[in-house]
């Protein structure tokens, strides 16, 4: 096939080169080469005519072939998944009844547990109920005693209170004694204080009248012996500064 493709693309290519005639469509082309170009194209096409014819010839067998093959396989998938159906709804059917079993199992179970707990809660409730019982019993038994003595307590509390109220009195008849004679030494001692504070303060102010004199003096003696005219008149002043220190002094 390949032969007669190249040949035929030889003579395409020979007709396409071949000198044309003036003024038509016609062309002059080596008889020579289109012969042996065409011999070549008879040459190879009889044995790829006659592959093509078989394979013509062979298409209804192929296609007959091909359907009963496919119609085989069809049945051989229809009867593996008719299988694999029945085995699946066996092994479901299984496992549903494995399921039940073991539901119905697990509710027995759970229907005796139950029963158990509700039995233990219910002795466990009694006992409860009974230790509470006996328990708020005593409570309330102690409490009753508990309240008797201290009632009695309380009235022998209220008996001794009782007869300690003269001691009570009398006690609070020398508080109210000390107290103003806490009160009359204090005014006592407060006077005296005042005094004391106004003997000192008197002879601060004397000690302080006395300073001002000398301080006074002092100055009166500076200003007697100052400059005259705005000139010192002595070159020490028989030896003191002029500043009023030496008076002070």
Known sequence: ????????????????????????SNCVVPRGDVLDLLDDVREALPGEVDDAQDVLDRRDELIDDAVQEAEQTRSSAQAEAQQLVADAQAEAERLVAEARAEAEQTVARARHEAERAVAEGRRQYAELTDRAQAEADRIAHAGRAAHDRFVAD????????????????AAHAEAARIVDAAEGEAERLRRECDGYVDAKLAEFEDSLTKALRTVSRGRSNLWRGGPQNGVPSGPAMNGRSGTGMDLID
Not at 2 to 21: H, I, K, M, N, P
Not at 154 to 169: H, T, Y
Request: aromatic residues 4%; without cysteine.
């Open 154 to 169: 309380g009235q022998a509390e209220q008996a001794r209170l009782v007869a300690q109220s003269e001691v009570a009195r």
């Open 1 to 24: 096939m390949y032969r007669v493709f190249e040949s035929l693309d030889a003579l395409v290519t020979v007709v396409e080169e071949a000198r044309g005639v003036p003024m038509t």
